[in-house]
């Protein structure tokens, strides 16, 4: 952006739309000129466009509107994990023009991992026809600990690497302006402009996958902490005596209550639940075990299942109603496959989180599924840039 004016008209324009010049100005306390000439400036660089508004309040000439043309522009966004690689292309209000997956059986070498991504984005670039010159950034959302300001990622737990120049590469290979942020945070931001979080102040959003994260939502903004890792309640500790977690300590809550951790409870405990259905398709049908295949096996009636993710829910809950307690935030937004496959988890995560929070009468806290998925990574990825052109303070 020329100048953050001109990223201040293109907000009110983008929040308020269709909206005349004059309303602008009241809105920004800019002057009309300045107005004008910013609006002339934006509408030169197809940002925005005009037209005639049907009726007029003061039933003289009709007013000339102005609205964001989404469409002249496009944004790249990556989210990375352990197991997959996602980029999309999109318009600039978060339409998927196209969209391309790769997963990951093998870990990578950093040197892999690297190459890897920008493939992918060529990938995308190629695969998408869209010109080069009308890619305004790349947002790349990260798994593990991200460093924003430097554009790097310091440990991604999952993957075994470190210091991965993610900026600096990417920019390099493309000479593409690239944002990166940790996944569940850019998840966050991906909410307040286009999920569950939009037009709330304070929210926080719990991802359980592989591992557990969570994104905190402070006064419209996302909290980072000063060392850029905020929200890591994924390692926050259960039991100091408890299980290895993949980041080395032990009894963090990832690794009682994440995917991995539910899949590895049912390894080890097995061979102590013989007449378990769950166990009988693992060892007679010879299944794989999925998270998927330990809720069929709880939506069939199995104790052990049952068992198993009632445990991962209340865990979650206990955690969550921590958060909720020391920050009242106004709603909690969950992510991941584990919530979207019914009351298992879902039922005592709940139950937990309203035995254990500190509320008092009139405190009201939401607690609701994503409407994004998984897609909400990716599309983070996405507002990553557009909170950059829209909305540069943030």
Not at 58 to 83: C, D, F, H, Q, T
Not at 216 to 243: L, R
Not at 257 to 275: C, F, K, T
Not at 373 to 383: P, Q
């Amino acid at each position: 952006m020329k100048s953050l004016n001109q990223s201040t008209v293109l907000n009110v324009i983008r929040l308020k739309e269709p909206i005349s010049r004059a309303e602008i100005a009241k809105l920004t306390k800019l002057t009309p000129p300045t107005v004008s000439s910013l609006v002339s400036e934006l509408i030169d660089q197809n940002l925005i466009t005009e037209e005639q508004a049907s009726s007029s309040k003061a039933g003289g000439r009709k007013p000339i509107m102005l609205r964001i043309n989404y469409s002249a522009y496009y944004i790249i966004g990556v989210y990375a994990a352990a197991e997959v690689i996602r980029g999309i292309i999109t318009t600039m209000d978060g339409k998927i023009m196209f969209d391309h997956r790769k997963d990951i059986h093998e870990l990578p070498s950093k040197d892999e991992f690297m190459k890897l991504i920008i493939e992918i984005i060529h990938f995308i670039l190629h695969q998408s026809k869209i010109n080069k010159d009308s890619i305004l950034g790349i947002g790349f959302a990260m798994h593990g600990l991200v460093n924003p300001d430097k554009g790097t990622a310091i440990f991604s737990p999952h993957l075994h690497l470190t210091d991965l120049p993610l900026k600096e590469t990417i920019e390099e290979e493309f000479n593409i302006p690239v944002t990166v942020e940790n996944d569940v945070r850019a998840l966050a931001i991906g909410e307040s402009w286009f999920g569950q979080g939009q037009g709330i102040p304070d929210f926080i959003c719990l991802s359980v996958g592989r591992g557990i994260g969570s994104g905190i939502f402070i006064h419209n903004e996302i909290y980072q902490s000063s060392f850029h890792t905020a929200g890591e309640i994924g390692h926050t500790i259960i039991d100091v005596n408890g299980p290895k977690c993949q980041c080395g300590n032990n009894g963090c809550l990832e690794a009682y209550a994440s995917e991995s951790a539910i899949l590895q409870r049912i390894v080890y405990e097995e061979s102590n639940n013989p007449d378990s259905l769950l166990v009988h398709w693992l060892t007679d049908d010879k299944k794989e075990l999925t998270i998927k295949l330990v809720f069929e096996a709880a939506k069939a009636g199995d104790p052990f299942a049952i068992s198993v993710l009632t445990d991962a829910g209340r865990y979650l809950g206990i955690a969550a109603a921590n958060m909720i307690t020391l920050l009242k935030p106004s709603k909690l937004i969950v992510e991941g496959t584990i919530f979207e496959e019914g009351y298992f988890i879902l039922d005592p995560f709940k139950e937990m989180i309203k035995k254990y929070t500190f509320n008092s009468s009139h405190e009201v806290i939401d607690v609701v599924c994503s409407s994004l998925g998984k897609t909400g990574m990716v599309l983070g990825a996405i507002t990553l840039v557009l909170q950059k052109i829209f909305n540069p303070n943030n």
